[in-house]
């Protein structure tokens, strides 16, 4: 341990505090540091008391934001946190870290460490909170570390992004998922004449197909009708005993998995998450079929680094039972994992993220068909996704103001091929202007035929 705080000993001199083109209201608390091109935020506080600590910052920003990443909070340096370790600190990854924006508030657990004053109009402004929980002694997290959200603002308030990190005082490595005791982990796959033969079960339901439904004729934005795309889950955070918030979609791949976004969870531990069944109308309780499900384990995708990349999870939950109409799996992509045999194909995605009455989250999910498009036009369309489009991801959209929203995010991008819907993306990445979804650029999606093996290995 000794040599591995020497390390980053030797490496802090070599960062530059304080040469932002902004100055911090109290250099004591927070600092701006420059690194090659990019500016970072740095909290410093004297100590972590035991219990629970809440680190929040607010900024002001010339520009309007352009997306919704609003940045994020990490322990600094990188790797497990010492609760004794004097001072800690903690970086801020801004939007734009080339434009540091402005602090105009620091606070710890309420208390006002500092406050300055924002930029005028035309400006926009937002905040980031993180939250640790520890028992005390050299502890290290318990759970993934925090992970950076596109959360979904509601237009009448700033936009805000929260983290929380749990420590106990036992020292643990960084598991690769977190889970509730005595969960029963060993898999239990549907029979998907898509899979491999070592997932091969009986059942009497194929995946990526629908219940008997009447379908009428949908473009683009309009609401899905009950036992359409049976293989929707909705993901929910568990805010108190009795109360429950939508935070993402998800996509059934077996009576125990779903997958979805990682960067939904905000590092939620697997206690804290809930799924929701064969539901169309989330206001309406009296839907026949539905089933609600405890998250037993979190399975965070190793690679994921807050972009689009790897930004996939699965839930595993308790067996669901028997397949019905209105809850059926969906089936993995067999066919080439090439990104450019699908290229001007068109994809639909469906959700129950935010609509054009502004409602935050839509009652009734809704489906919109968006075209596949190559990474030279994406990547041309706007210099914001020459950091996000990878070999690991696509972008999709009409850019007709038509398409995934906040609160879409984890959605799956789904193609019809022999008759069966397969699922080849997972809504990741959009644009936003001014708190509102901007359709008008294309929206990026991590490649799910990229990670079949990771997939079937943990579903």
Known sequence: ???????????????????????????????????????????????????????????????????NYYGRIKPYPDGPLQINRIPALFRVHFPNPRKPPK??????NGNVLCSGSGYSAPSSWFELTYTVNANGGNSQPSATEPAPSYPPPPPSTRPSTTYTTYYTSAPAQRPASTQTPNATL????????????????????????????????LHGGKELVRGQFPWMAAVYRKETVHSLSYICGG?????????????????????????????????????????????ERLIIHPDYNSLP??????????????????????????????????VGLSGTVAGW???ENGQLVSPIAKRAEVKIVSEVDCIRSSAVFSKLVTSRTFCAGNRDGVGPC??????????????????????SFGQTNRGQCNLYEYVVYVDVAQHLNWLEDNM
């Not at 000993?9 to 090659?36: D, I, K, N, R």
């Not at 602090?103 to 710890?108: A, H």
């Not at 029979?191 to 009428?216: A, K, W, Y």
């Not at 990682?262 to 169309?280: D, I, K, S």
């Open 103 to 108: 602090l105009t508030k620091l606070s710890i």
């Open 186 to 217: 060993a898999p239990t796959i549907f029979s998907n004449i898509f899979l491999s033969e070592r997932f091969q079960q009986n059942t009497t339901v194929t995946c990526g197909t629908e219940g008997n439904v009447v379908r009428p004729f």
């Open 1 to 67: 341990m000794a040599q591995f705080l020497l390390i980053f000993t030797l490496l802090l001199p070599h960062f530059c505090t304080s040469q932002a083109p902004v100055t911090s209201p109290c250099e004591q608390h927070f600092s701006y540091v420059h690194e090659g091109n990019d500016y970072y935020g740095q909290i410093k506080l004297d100590r972590l008391e035991r219990g629970r600590t809440e680190i929040k910052v607010a900024f002001s920003q010339r520009d309007s934001l352009t997306s």
């Open 406 to 427: 906040m609160g879409d995010s984890g959605s799956g991008l789904v193609l019809q091929r022999n008759n069966r819907w397969m699922l080849r993306g997972i809504v």
């Open 353 to 355: 993220g935010s609509n």
């Open 251 to 295: 996509s059934l791949l077996s009576q125990r998995s779903v997958v979805s976004a990682a960067h939904c969870f905000q590092n939620l531990p697997a206690t804290q998450v809930a799924l929701f069944l064969g539901r169309t109308n989330l206001e309406s309780f009296s839907e026949d079929g539905f089933v609600t499900r405890d998250v």
């Open 309 to 342: 990349d790897a930004d996939i999870a699965v839930m595993r939950m308790a067996a669901i039972g028997s397949f019905t109409d209105f809850i059926r799996p969906i089936c993995l992509w067999t066919e080439t994992t090439q990104v450019s045999r699908v």
